[in-house]
């Protein structure tokens, strides 16, 4: 029983507050556009140093043909720079499948809020093995209990950020009702 009202209050304390669905939301899309961003700038710079490497080949070609250096030489430039090559395209590929998943974050991020916001009553009434599998969300390792309390240290991301802008909300909100108690 103890175990089960700790993990009730566990869950709550990582549920987005009521009323603030949109901020919530907001905040996922902004992430989520941030490391778009991110993605676009990295594709950049993998697109340049793949440039820079097919030039690195090339040099080495105009050199082994004017004689500079010889045609082993060049087969290593080659060879070397080349798997680099491999290597970057190889990275370039993974993110333009990435790139290419429908952009219909906005959507998700509203489902997904809305969800975690009624996953107290969710909680409340399915079976073991979703409360498992729900808290193994939360927490991708085993929950630890001593001496009444919860000692798990590792929180999922995602959790975390809740947990944290929650925060910030109740840090908000005080001074206000602290204006309104006097």
Sequence with gaps: MILLVQTNRLTLLYIPKPGYTQLFVKSIVDAYNDQVAENKRYVFQIREKIAESNQ??????????DGEIIPAEHMKVKEEVGSTVVILESHLRSLNVQKSI?????????????????????????????KRLIIGAFFPEKLTFSEGRCRTLKVNRMAELIFLKNKELRAKKAPKNFLKSL
Excluded: G, T
């Design 56 to 65: 690195k080949i090339e040099r080495a070609m105009e050199l082994m043909l």
């Design 102 to 130: 429908p952009n219909q974050v906005d959507n998700l991020a509203e489902k997904a809020v809305r969800l975690l916001c009624e996953l107290d009553k969710l909680f409340e009434i399915c079976n073991i093995e979703a």
